[in-house]
């Protein structure tokens, strides 16, 4: 298990910025591969960024390429989600998830999510 805790949404205006961040328990962080999925009202849940475990690769949804970066600090167990110019329809409930192996794959751990309401 990989208890993963998300931290950092809330409401914000329409090109603000945001940083999420997911804190993991355990000490196996460095070998998994996170990412970010994000599900809004009414949709399906949907891949947002995830970066590999080395933190040498990353990988975006088109949707929000050039604005939202992922990371993360091993040492400090956390993968984070830096969010600029929000649009509103980056509104959603964001979820942490890990996995071993490389991106794309079925994500074995996720957190409990967190809010992000971008108003317009």
């Known amino acids: 298990q990989v208890p993963l805790v998300e931290s950092g949404g809330g409401l914000v205006q329409a090109g603000d910025s945001l940083i999420l961040s997911c804190v993991a328990s355990?000490?196996?962080?460095?070998?998994?591969?996170m990412a970010w999925f994000r599900q809004a009202p009414g949709k399906e849940r949907e891949f947002v960024a995830a970066?590999?475990?080395?933190?040498?690769?990353?990988y975006y949804a088109d949707s929000v390429k050039g604005r939202f970066i992922i990371s993360r600090d091993d040492a400090k167990s956390t993968v984070y989600l830096h969010m600029t110019s929000l649009k509103p329809e980056d509104t959603a409930i964001y979820y942490c998830?890990?996995?071993?192996?490389?991106?794309?794959?079925?994500?074995?751990?996720w957190g409990q999510g967190t809010q992000v309401t971008v108003s317009s």
């Open positions: 998830a890990a996995r071993r192996g490389n991106h794309p794959g079925v994500y074995d751990y």
């Open positions: 355990g000490r196996t962080f460095s070998v998994y591969t």
């Open positions: 970066i590999s475990w080395s933190g040498d690769s990353t």
